[in-house]
């Protein structure tokens, strides 16, 4: 039995974060936020367009793809304590995974989302239905 759905997730989470504050990405915004010693980067609520503020969409991209990739790391952490303790994944967090993973794939084609973890959430969801079936298989064999 592989344990390898948490530790996809953390190296996920790590590289899409590493690549946030690459100079292919978000550098540029990142040594501005630098600046401000990574403090008030935005004015919140004063950039709404609601509140005729004027949103910073480069700050505020550089922002959520790095903090994206922070989010990935605990919740493949998670995951990985889930597979070790339990031996499977809740399928309930699989569905989630996927369409979360699915909404991105929409709004965003040309992505990570489409090439890595689409593939990965498949993957995920086969692996728990095979383990499933394997599970049962051998309870079925016992009696």
């Known amino acids: 039995?592989?344990?390898?759905?948490?530790?996809?997730?953390?190296?996920?989470?790590?590289?899409?974060?590493?690549?946030?504050?690459?100079?292919?990405?978000?550098?540029?915004?990142?040594?501005?936020?630098?600046?401000?010693?990574?403090f008030k980067i935005s004015e919140g609520l004063f950039e709404f367009p609601l509140l005729d503020g004027q949103m910073n969409y480069e700050h505020f991209a550089a922002f959520w793809f790095f903090y994206f990739g922070l989010l990935l790391i605990p919740i493949g952490v998670l995951v990985h304590h889930v597979e070790k303790t339990n031996g499977q994944i809740p399928k309930n967090f699989i569905w989630i995974y996927l369409i979360i993973v699915v909404i991105g794939v929409y709004m965003i084609p040309f992505s990570g989302m489409t090439f890595l973890m689409l593939p990965h959430a498949t993957y995920m969801l086969y692996d728990s239905y095979k383990k499933h079936n394997t599970s049962n298989k051998q309870r079925n064999e016992e009696k």
């Open 1 to 38: 039995m592989k344990i390898i759905h948490g530790k996809i997730l953390i190296f996920f989470g790590i590289i899409h974060s590493l690549l946030g504050v690459s100079p292919w990405a978000f550098w540029k915004q990142f040594a501005g936020f630098t600046g401000k010693f990574f």
